[in-house]
């Protein structure tokens, strides 16, 4: 049976989890200074945690299209006391979403449980910080670097491409390290794919799916509207259900009632 354990325990998967996004940014796509203030952060996040979320994942650099990097200490500045605030009152694991080691080392540190990366442990000692941290990781599929995961898209069958780059990637942390049931893996629904791949990587998780779980985080991103109709929360959440239909074993979402109410209407 698939977990994955963190400093607290361990989560399960014999139900979908929902993973609470946490931005504490200023200009996150959707909901950019929202909770830049750290009063307004710790409520948030408290919650989330309330509505049903299984693991708390906090950002302090946007990844949207149109996005401008951000230095390692503004990233730091923004989550290290976020994190402190909320950790020692925190009974699920926190993520922390990163792809610089200095910062994931200064959020482990502060209490931060899980690293997700959306570069794929690419980033100079990331993987070997997880490894001698001991914590989970989350290896995101993107298209391309970092200059133009939004600009070049996949041509192709999408699907093994991904597949290719997440044996090559846990080979990679394997070697590290890092233990293969800390490993959660996440093709990276919007990171250089059409619509229609988005739409059909959410619906395919289970081809991914081994000996790692799946993460799909498909909540508010464009390619809703076409797909549903609109990327409002309530398509978000529709969406999130399709996902665990299709295999996925973790979904990240701005909305966790509205997600946990699709989820388990019919479950």
Known sequence: MLQTKWSGGSVTYERP?????????????????AY??????ADHAFR???????ILDIGAESTRPGWKPVSA???????????????????????VDTMKTQVAEAALDAGADII????GLRWDGMAELA?????????????GELENMHSETMVGNVLPQIRKFFEER??????AGIKKNKIILDPGIGFGKTGAQNAE?????????????????????????????????????????LAVDGGANIVRVHNVKATKAALYRKR
């Open 131 to 143: 490894a001698s941290a001991g914590v989970p990781v989350i290896i995101m599929h993107m298209n």
């Open 36 to 41: 830049a203030k750290l009063n307004s952060a």
């Open 48 to 54: 989330l945690i309330d509505e049903g979320a299984g």
């Open 170 to 175: 846990t080979q990679a942390a394997v070697d």
């Open 201 to 241: 990587i959410m619906q395919s998780a289970y081809y991914f799916r081994g000996d790692h779980p799946i993460l799909i985080g498909s909540s508010r991103k464009r390619f809703l509207t076409a797909a549903l109709g609109s990327n409002d929360d309530a398509a978000s959440a529709k969406a999130a259900a």
């Open 17 to 33: 989890v929902i993973m609470g996004i946490l931005n504490v940014t200023p200009d996150s796509f959707s909901d950019g200074g």
């Open 116 to 119: 997700n990366d959306v570069y």
């Open 73 to 95: 200490e503004e990233e730091i500045e923004r989550l290290v006391p976020v994190i402190r605030e909320i950790a020692p009152s925190c009974d699920v694991p926190i993520s």
